[in-house]
């Protein structure tokens, strides 16, 4: 018994077996969504962290132990969106060719997003601080942390919104475009890049290329249109 | 595979540097994106070195974001009692958002695509 204590305490001060346990997670969700033909809903972010939530909460262990070993997976995600050069470089003559749309939509996706929550909320009669905690839900996370920052939000609280709204976009991409009969895969991707940012462009690449590449152009453009955008809003609407 | 982490991890390290050296409002990572492509545009032929870890690393960008999506199912407790409400919000907002997007790059599109020969 004291033997299997001491294994247990040695794992759970280790960065080891959380690691472990969210690649585990994800191959099996994202095995599951690929067997299933990756509909909408079977999301692999929502299925891992369906899949790790209950052991965390079985083995009593709390986010900061947590993340101990999942902060290696974390850190990828900055290697990884300069690594959408790429997409972006393989589609640049046809993204040379749509300017104007790219530049319009961004503007109409991102005043929209912010725009829309921050009088939604007004009408729920939520607090101001959640009010303002919404405003940048759209964009990437560490610029929307920095926007709830300055204009008087709570981050932990925006940090909570954006990874929900992030999930939110990726599941309802599909069965919106599908039911508006939108076939343009740069007018699908551009959308749910600019509404939710990075889990949405995961989902555009999981479901077309071209989708991804103008995906990611929305986010990156949308990283900076929203820092400026929002401080705004917020002065008229709020 | 080691080169392609180096530019991706330096593109990144000068990004940072920039955006905290400059007080500028764009995260570090997305002006490292911004250099690389301008790193592409003059030595293109790096594209082909890059692309087979780059490959694997965006076919599986949904993994990046788990460690961040356990956290917010363990913070639960900062939405309190408006949990209905945000979900409700989140869910139109996203929405509208996405459709206002669509909209207007199919309806530009659409009135573009008349002048050009």
Not at chain 1, 22 to 50: E, K, M, Q
Not at chain 1, 120 to 131: I, K
Not at chain 2, 73 to 85: C, Q
Request: proline fraction near 6%; glycine fraction near 8%.
């Amino acid at each position: 018994m004291t033997e299997v204590t001491s294994l247990w305490s040695y794992l759970a001060t280790s960065p080891l077996i959380w690691l472990t346990a969210t690649i585990f997670a994800y191959l099996v969700a994202d095995g599951v969504a690929r067997h299933l033909g990756n509909p909408p809903w079977a999301n692999p972010v929502l299925l891992s962290v369906l899949l790790i939530i209950p052991v965390l909460w079985l083995t009593q262990t709390d986010y900061t132990a947590y993340f101990e070993g999942a902060q290696f997976i974390h850190f990828l995600l900055g290697p990884a969106t300069v690594a959408l050069a790429l997409p972006l470089w393989d589609n640049r003559d046809t993204i040379r060719t749509s300017v104007a749309p790219i530049v319009l939509a961004l503007l109409t996706g991102s005043i929209v997003a912010a725009g829309s929550a921050i009088i939604l909320a007004r009408a729920f009669g939520l607090p101001t601080e959640v009010l303002l905690s919404l405003a940048p839900k759209s964009t990437t996370a560490p610029v929307a942390l920095g926007i709830s920052e300055a204009i008087g939000g709570i981050p932990a609280l925006t940090a909570v919104l954006v990874i929900m709204t992030g999930i939110i976009g990726a599941v309802t991409v599909t069965p919106l475009m599908n039911l508006l009969r939108i076939t343009d895969w740069r007018a699908r991707g551009f959308a749910v890049g600019v509404a939710a940012h990075g889990i949405g462009t995961a989902r555009a690449f999981q479901v077309n290329p071209v989708a991804g590449a103008y995906a990611s152009i929305a986010m990156a453009l949308n990283a900076l249109l929203t820092s400026l955008i929002v401080p705004l809003l917020v002065r008229w609407l709020v | 595979m080691l080169h392609t982490l180096g530019l991706l991890l330096g593109c990144q390290l000068l990004g940072e540097v920039a955006a905290r050296g400059f007080g500028l409002p764009m995260p570090g990572p997305v002006l490292g994106l911004a250099l690389l492509l301008l790193i592409f545009s003059v030595m293109p032929t790096l594209t082909e070195r890059l692309r087979p870890t780059t490959t694997v690393i965006l076919a599986n960008l949904s993994f990046l974001f788990v460690p961040a999506g356990v956290g917010v199912i363990g913070s639960f407790a900062v939405l309190s009692e408006d949990v209905i409400a945000l979900l409700a919000i989140l869910f139109l907002s996203t929405v509208f958002s996405m459709l206002a997007a669509v909209g207007t790059f199919i309806g530009v599109r659409y009135a573009t695509a008349r002048w050009v020969p």
